[in-house]
């Protein structure tokens, strides 16, 4: 499975941004699709994910603030984030894994190259 991400940039604290994550070569719908992000200095950690059922899952910091959702159809999950803070300042990844949800990076098989948000104050 290939991942390719998008929809990163600047936007100042306040507005809005939506990732999208585009994935090619494998069965998208069966897929548990994750985001995560990485602040410099900082660990890889989980935003959100949604499952092949629609279940969905946020980090607390963003509950409120960031959705996911997924397009089977066009193989293309979406992070629409709203309300952005300057510490939501990071690159963003979305991945992949089979079966069960799991907050967890290394529990995911495939992932995107990264897309950076610079929310500034």
């Known amino acids: 499975v290939q991942l390719q991400a998008s929809g990163g940039g600047l936007v100042q604290a306040g507005g809005s941004l939506r990732l999208s994550c585009a994935a090619s070569?494998?069965?998208?719908?069966?897929?548990?699709m994750g985001w995560f992000r990485q602040a410099p200095g900082k660990e890889r950690e989980f935003v959100a994910a949604?499952?092949?059922?629609?279940?969905?899952y946020r980090e607390d910091s963003v509950k409120g603030r960031f959705t996911v959702s997924r397009d089977n159809a066009k193989n293309t999950v979406y992070l629409q984030m709203n309300s952005l803070k300057p510490e939501d300042t990071a690159v963003y990844y979305c991945?992949?894994?089979?079966?069960?949800?799991?907050?967890?990076?290394?529990?995911?098989?495939?992932w995107g190259q990264g897309t950076l948000v610079t929310v500034s104050s």
């Open positions: 070569g494998g069965t998208f719908s069966m897929y548990v």
């Open positions: 949604i499952t092949w059922d629609g279940r969905i």
């Open positions: 991945a992949a894994k089979r079966s069960i949800f799991s907050q967890l990076a290394t529990m995911y098989d495939y």
